[in-house]
Structures are given as C-alpha cells and as structure tokens.
C-alpha cells in the first residue's frame, strides 16, 4: 500500500511540474498577449501577476499533497506532521503571492498568517 501513495505522490509532484511548466508556455503566454484583458490598478500587469500566481499556487497546493502523501505512505503522519506541511505549502503561496503581486494582492498576509499559524501548531 505504501508503494502505491509513494506513487500517487511521485505523479502528483510531476504534475505539479508539468502544470506549471505546461500552463506558462502554452496558456498564460497566450493569453497574455490578448489586447482585451483587464485593466486593473491602471492596467494590465496586476492582471497578468494574478492570473500567473494563481497559476502556480495550484502547483505549491498540489506539491504540499504530495508531501502528505509521502508522510502516509512512511507511517509518519501526525498532527505535527500534517500542520507543518500545511504550514509550509502556505508560506510558499503567500511568498509567492507577494512577490508576483509585488504586495499589492491582499491574499499574501492571510497565506503567511496562516503558514505561520500551521507551523506553530506543528512544532507544540
């Protein structure tokens, strides 16, 4: 049974990759280059950051499953386990959030809060 969530994480991380890698070069791109998006805070780029994070946090949010999924298949699933890996799939989004956004998606504060609440709860 433990080969098997080894593999579902395995596939999980490689999808990660293949999402992120895949969704910038054949869809965001692309899309980027629509004249019609819109224009917010004064134009397009807060547009273009948002859609571009929000893209790959579903990579971070995947990749962290992964690791849950490598903690059951090890036996070493706990609280603590479940609440650090939380913690850090969070602090990655937020970080990633901030800096794609350059602090001006508000999400950002609430990911690291949320991080930082996950990793103090895993390491009581």
């Given amino acids: 049974m433990s080969i098997a969530l080894y593999i579902a994480a395995l596939l ?3 999808v990660g ?4 890698y895949l969704g910038e070069r054949y869809i ?7 004249e019609d998006l819109p224009k917010l805070f004064g134009g397009t780029q807060f547009t273009i950051r948002t859609l571009r994070f929000a893209w790959h946090i579903t990579t971070i949010a995947w990749w962290g499953f992964a690791g849950l999924l ?10 603590n386990v479940v609440a650090m890996t939380i913690g850090i799939t969070f602090l990655a989004t937020g970080l990633v959030t901030l800096a ?3 602090a001006k998606h508000l999400a950002w504060p609430v ?6 609440i ?3 709860v895993g390491a009581t």
């Avoid at 965001?28 to 629509?34: A, E, G, H, Q």
């Avoid at 990911?111 to 930082?116: K, R, S």
């Fill in 111 to 116: 990911f690291i809060l949320i991080g930082i």
């Fill in 70 to 79: 490598v903690h059951l298949a090890s036996g070493s699933i706990s609280r």
């Fill in 100 to 102: 794609a956004s350059r």
């Fill in 118 to 120: 996950s990793l103090w």
């Fill in 28 to 34: 965001l791109i692309r899309l980027f280059r629509r």
């Fill in 12 to 14: 999980l991380f490689l």
């Fill in 17 to 20: 990759v293949a999402h992120s």
